[in-house]
């Protein structure tokens, strides 16, 4: 099946720094998503890009599906951004399947 | 604000007892998804319904797990008997059709702890 790798696995930051984290992808993916999941637990959408780029707010994300991976920026972090970022895709062959990558654990500091 | 739903939140039970949980997916999305995520797997499909019709259930133990969409609001994923390794946090998501794919939504999860 198809695998996904980010990096770093993990990131500690002082608050207002800028971060970027990589996911690469071993195949063709029809879906990719970035999730920010919590301190709670809780897995929150960033962003659905199989391609291209897209802005909200403080994070942006970038795919460059012919190269297979993809970017999330976050700038200006602040503490409510620690929690774990993961990076899925669907592969072309796998039906609707989310693959997850083992994520990025992010920690800010004050 | 459309949210998908999962109940109980947290679940405390013995071997060997059944447990049941709960999944409302937002209105309007026809595919249903359930992952459960360990410290050791990381996060993985258990199974997805497609307009309430199981389209893919091969991660999920068939002996003691079952899944089932009874109606369009709702979503059980069913362990009987439960044992210790069925300690996990599970996901439901459900999903919107954008072009080929389908953007998933995910649920704040059942904490379950089976001792």
């Known amino acids: 099946g198809i695998q996904v790798e980010q990096s770093p696995p993990d990131l500690i930051l002082q608050e207002g720094a800028n971060s970027t984290l990589r996911c690469n992808f071993s195949d063709s993916v029809n879906n990719l998503q970035w999730f920010h999941q919590n301190p709670w637990g809780q897995l929150i959408n960033l962003f659905y890009i199989p391609s291209g780029t897209k802005q909200n707010g403080r994070l942006s994300a970038t795919t460059v599906a012919t190269e297979r991976y993809s970017l999330l920026y976050i700038s200006s972090s602040q503490t409510t951004d620690s929690g774990v970022y993961f990076c899925?895709?669907?592969?072309?062959?796998?039906?609707?399947?989310?693959?997850f990558g083992e994520g990025t654990q992010l920690t800010v500091n004050p | 604000d459309a949210r998908v739903t999962q109940t109980p939140r947290h679940k405390v039970t013995e071997m060997g007892q059944e447990v049941t949980m709960r999944c409302q997916p937002i209105?309007?999305?026809?595919?249903v998804f359930w992952y459960r995520q360990t410290m050791m797997q990381g996060l993985e499909l258990l199974a997805y319904?497609?307009?309430?019709?199981?389209?893919?259930d091969s991660g999920m133990p068939k002996d003691r797990f079952s899944a089932e969409m009874p109606d369009a609001t709702l979503a059980t994923l069913k362990i009987q008997p439960s044992e210790p390794r069925d300690s996990a946090v599970y996901f439901c998501a459900s999903g919107l059709r954008v072009t080929r794919a389908y953007e998933q939504y995910f649920g704040p999860g059942t904490r379950l702890t089976v001792t």
């Open positions: 319904f497609r307009n309430r019709a199981p389209l893919d």
């Open positions: 899925a895709v669907v592969g072309e062959t796998s039906g609707s399947r989310l693959t």
């Open positions: 209105l309007g999305h026809n595919t």
